[in-house]
């Protein structure tokens, strides 16, 4: 349990009761404010809110609030706006942002997040157990309260079943170990769900150290069903952000899950979900982001983007301001500390003009005053990396020497082909098998049909290990696009057209040391460099965004490109846990099976 949640210190609730009392003066007093009460689902009108220190001390209307005004006391005029308790975020990889922990927390705190629950298994897939002892470190001094989870599944699948070449494997017992560091909340979400129902005894182990130690066990169960569903919550998992329809979130629920519902930046399952929250009081729902990217992050907002898309599609706004505050905090076991405006609590305070459209104009966290009218009042300086994090792409082989596409025993003609098809919006991929052109020993790409070239390449260890594959409806257009977003164990992935672009691309990232990289006709037509373990800037905020918007418009208007959150579909083909094909660096995965399968089924017989 993070340090500042854990401990009670009893010289600052004797300064709470007096503040409370009227006997000290508050150092933060909010009037003339509606105050949403995430506790009751009322609004109380007229009200005002005291804060001392850290904590709230005295809340509703409160007929003279002269007596806690001194001359040092800052007083704010709510004007009728709305006070609601800061946004908790459930279950974020702050990594897919493309942004640092300093830079994300400036611009959540922004829209009004105050505590996120981050499971930092991209960067510990990449540096081990030493991103999550970099990312804890740069991260305690910060106003946003970054909950850390250890990463439970590094790699995401048991490496004895060999489906990838891992950068890090994370053992039990370190797990063990790093559960006792400070900032750390629970165990992350455990996503090898093929051992678990297997009962592999080093996962029930890293499930018995959380259990221990009270601390949650967040879960990652697609599709999962009868006894295999029963069977993983048996082993101690109680929740779930996986859910992409509600028939599926109802089954979870009825067993006991907490069911997070995800709205991130390509997974987009709110709308799936409504009848969970719309038709009823879903104690055990909350909203999460999962993976967000910077553009979502700037132009729509962070936990305020989801409850105003909730509160357009239907769902009572306080209701919707439950699902990112109390909820939360009741599933963290932290409801006396965030997710309500009420005595004693953290002063977590978001104000906003109207309640049917969050708008963040003021965020006050941990009683000190971040965003005032919109203009950051607090300083949030940068952090220094180690080299080892910044220098993290090992390819080890020339990219001239690369099986794009591999060589396949039928010269010409035609075969048919395991293809990996992806959708916009979803994170799900489907299997299909597909009668594909065959040239000298090389299958063929096909625009007509929006069938292209993907390979994935070791990028930690050198030892040149890489596979290649098709890949279907990624509208993608130009010639090349490479990465070192590559989920989970973040490999270099690379889709094109031709072996040529492909090669460029590569290059490129390699001398970036990290990050994506677009190229046409043999040249670079766009670049973002991710120094920070090959998947964040260590740029400013505003940078980063500017860099990412100009890929996205080079995308959309010379390559008609309209796939939203493209980079982050593109970064889950990788991942072999997700039904039901992907392609990992030892080749195509039957995610199901948990077992490699090949590009050729057989030989086409038209």
Same mark, same amino acid.
Request: include cysteine; charge should be negative.
């Given at each position: 349990?993070?340090?500042?949640?854990?401990?009670?210190?009893?010289?600052?609730?004797?300064?709470?009761?007096?503040?409370?009392?009227?006997?000290?003066?508050?150092?933060?007093?909010?009037?003339?404010?509606?105050?949403? *009460?995430?506790?009751?689902? /009322?609004? =109380?009108?007229?009200?005002? #809110? %005291?804060?001392? +220190?850290?904590?709230?001390?005295? @809340?509703?209307?409160?007929?003279?609030?002269?007596?806690?005004?001194?001359?040092?006391?800052?007083?704010?005029?709510?004007?009728?706006?709305?006070?609601?308790?800061?946004?908790?975020?459930?279950?974020?990889?702050?990594?897919?942002?493309?942004?640092?922990?300093?830079?994300?927390?400036?611009?959540?705190?922004?829209?009004?997040?105050?505590?996120?629950?981050?499971?930092?298994?991209?960067?510990?897939?990449?540096?081990?157990?030493?991103?999550?002892?970099?990312?804890?470190?740069?991260?305690?001094?910060?106003?946003?309260?970054?909950?850390?989870?250890?990463?439970?599944?590094?790699?995401?699948?048991?490496?004895?079943?060999?489906?990838?070449?891992?950068?890090?494997?994370?053992? *039990?017992?370190?797990?063990? /170990?790093? =559960?006792?560091?400070?900032? #750390? %909340?629970?165990? +992350?979400?455990?996503?090898?769900? @093929?051992?678990?129902?297997?009962?592999?005894?080093?996962?029930?182990?890293?499930?018995?150290?959380?259990?221990?130690?009270?601390?949650?066990?967040?879960?990652?169960?697609?599709?999962?069903?009868?006894?295999?569903?029963?069977?993983?919550?048996?082993?101690?998992?109680?929740?779930?952000?996986?859910?992409?329809?509600?028939?599926?979130?109802?089954?979870?629920?009825?067993?006991?899950?907490?069911?997070?519902?995800?709205?991130?930046?390509?997974?987009?399952?709110?709308?799936?979900?409504?009848?969970?929250?719309?038709?009823?009081?879903?104690?055990?729902?909350?909203?999460?982001?999962?993976?967000?990217?910077?553009?979502?992050?700037?132009?729509?907002?962070?936990?305020?983007?989801?409850?105003?898309?909730?509160? /357009?599609?239907?769902?009572?706004?306080?209701?919707?301001?439950?699902?990112?505050?109390?909820?939360?905090?009741?599933?963290?076991?932290?409801?006396?500390?965030?997710?309500?405006?009420?005595?004693?609590?953290?002063?977590?305070?978001?104000?906003?003009?109207?309640?049917?459209?969050?708008?963040?104009?003021?965020?006050?966290?941990?009683?000190?005053?971040?965003?005032?009218?919109?203009?950051?009042?607090?300083?949030?300086?940068?952090?220094?990396?180690?080299?080892?994090?910044?220098?993290?792409?090992?390819?080890?082989?020339?990219p001239s020497s690369l099986s794009i596409p591999p060589r396949i025993e039928v010269r010409e003609g035609s075969v048919l082909a395991n293809v990996i098809e992806v959708t916009p919006g979803s994170a799900l991929t489907k299997w299909?098998?597909?009668?594909?052109?065959?040239?000298?020993?090389?299958?063929?790409?096909?625009?007509?049909?929006?069938?292209?070239?993907?390979?994935?390449?070791?990028?930690?260890?050198?030892?040149?290990?890489?596979?290649?594959?098709?890949?279907?409806?990624?509208?993608?257009?130009?010639?090349?696009?490479?990465?070192?977003?590559?989920?989970?164990?973040?490999?270099?992935?690379?889709?094109?057209?031709?072996?040529?672009?492909?090669?460029?691309?590569?290059?490129?990232?390699?001398?970036?040391?990290?990050?994506?990289?677009?190229?046409?006709?043999?040249?670079?037509?766009?670049?973002?460099?991710?120094?920070?373990?090959?998947?964040?800037?260590?740029?400013?905020?505003?940078?980063?965004?500017?860099?990412?918007?100009?890929?996205?418009?080079?995308?959309?208007?010379?390559?008609?490109?309209?796939?939203?959150?493209?980079?982050?579909?593109?970064?889950?083909?990788?991942?072999?846990?997700?039904?039901?094909?992907?392609?990992?660096?030892?080749?195509?995965?039957?995610?199901?099976?948990?077992?490699?399968?090949?590009?050729?089924?057989?030989?086409?017989?038209?």
């Open positions: 349990m993070p340090s500042y949640f854990a401990s009670f210190n009893p010289d600052e609730r004797a300064e709470l009761i007096n503040t409370a009392m009227g006997r000290t003066p508050a150092d933060i007093v909010v009037t003339n404010i509606n105050l949403v *009460s995430s506790t009751t689902g /009322e609004i =109380l009108e007229d009200a005002s #809110i %005291i804060i001392k +220190g850290r904590r709230i001390a005295r @809340i509703g209307e409160i007929a003279d609030v002269s007596k806690y005004i001194s001359s040092r006391t800052i007083v704010i005029d709510g004007r009728k706006r709305y006070a609601v308790p800061g946004f908790i975020d459930l279950h974020i990889h702050i990594e897919s942002t493309l942004l640092d922990p300093i830079g994300f927390s400036k611009i959540a705190l922004k829209h009004g997040t105050t505590t996120v629950v981050a499971d930092p298994h991209e960067i510990v897939n990449v540096l081990g157990l030493k991103g999550l002892e970099i990312f804890t470190k740069v991260s305690r001094e910060l106003p946003l309260k970054i909950l850390y989870e250890v990463p439970s599944c590094v790699p995401a699948t048991d490496p004895s079943y060999m489906l990838e070449t891992p950068g890090n494997i994370v053992s *039990s017992r370190e797990v063990k /170990e790093a =559960l006792n560091m400070d900032g #750390i %909340i629970g165990l +992350g979400e455990v996503m090898d769900f @093929i051992s678990v129902v297997n009962a592999n005894r080093e996962v029930i182990s890293k499930i018995q150290a959380a259990s221990e130690r009270r601390m949650v066990i967040d879960g990652h169960a697609p599709l999962l069903s009868d006894e295999k569903l029963d069977a993983y919550i048996a082993a101690g998992i109680l929740s779930d952000h996986e859910s992409t329809g509600s028939r599926e979130a109802l089954e979870k629920l009825r067993r006991g899950m907490y069911i997070f519902i995800r709205e991130g930046s390509a997974w987009r399952d709110l709308k799936a979900l409504l009848p969970l929250i719309r038709d009823r009081d879903c104690m055990l729902c909350s909203f999460v982001s999962d993976d967000v990217n910077v553009f979502d992050l700037f132009t729509k907002g962070h936990m305020d983007r989801i409850i105003n898309l909730a509160i /357009e599609y239907g769902v009572d706004p306080v209701k919707a301001i439950q699902y990112a505050t109390i909820n939360p905090a009741l599933r963290l076991h932290l409801e006396d500390q965030i997710g309500s405006i009420t005595p004693g609590r953290l002063g977590d305070i978001v104000i906003t003009e109207r309640i049917d459209h969050i708008k963040p104009v003021t965020t006050i966290a941990n009683g000190s005053i971040i965003y005032y009218e919109g203009e950051l009042k607090k300083v949030i300086k940068k952090a220094q990396y180690p080299e080892e994090a910044l220098n993290t792409v090992k390819i080890g082989v020339d299909r098998i597909l009668d594909v052109e065959v040239s000298e020993h090389k299958v063929l790409p096909d625009p007509s049909r929006d069938i292209m070239y993907i390979t994935v390449i070791d990028r930690h260890k050198a030892t040149g290990s890489h596979s290649s594959g098709l890949i279907k409806g990624l509208g993608f257009k130009a010639g090349a696009i490479a990465q070192t977003i590559a989920h989970d164990t973040h490999n270099l992935i690379v889709a094109g057209w031709s072996k040529e672009d492909m090669m460029v691309a590569v290059e490129r990232v390699m001398r970036l040391q990290g990050g994506i990289v677009i190229v046409d006709d043999g040249k670079i037509v766009s670049e973002i460099e991710l120094k920070l373990a090959g998947l964040m800037s260590i740029k400013e905020p505003d940078e980063v965004f500017g860099e990412y918007l100009n890929m996205v418009n080079t995308l959309r208007t010379r390559f008609q490109l309209d796939f939203e959150s493209f980079f982050m579909t593109l970064a889950l083909v990788s991942l072999p846990v997700i039904p039901d094909l992907r392609i990992t660096d030892k080749g195509l995965v039957d995610v199901m099976k948990g077992r490699l399968v090949p590009l050729v089924v057989e030989a086409s017989r038209r």
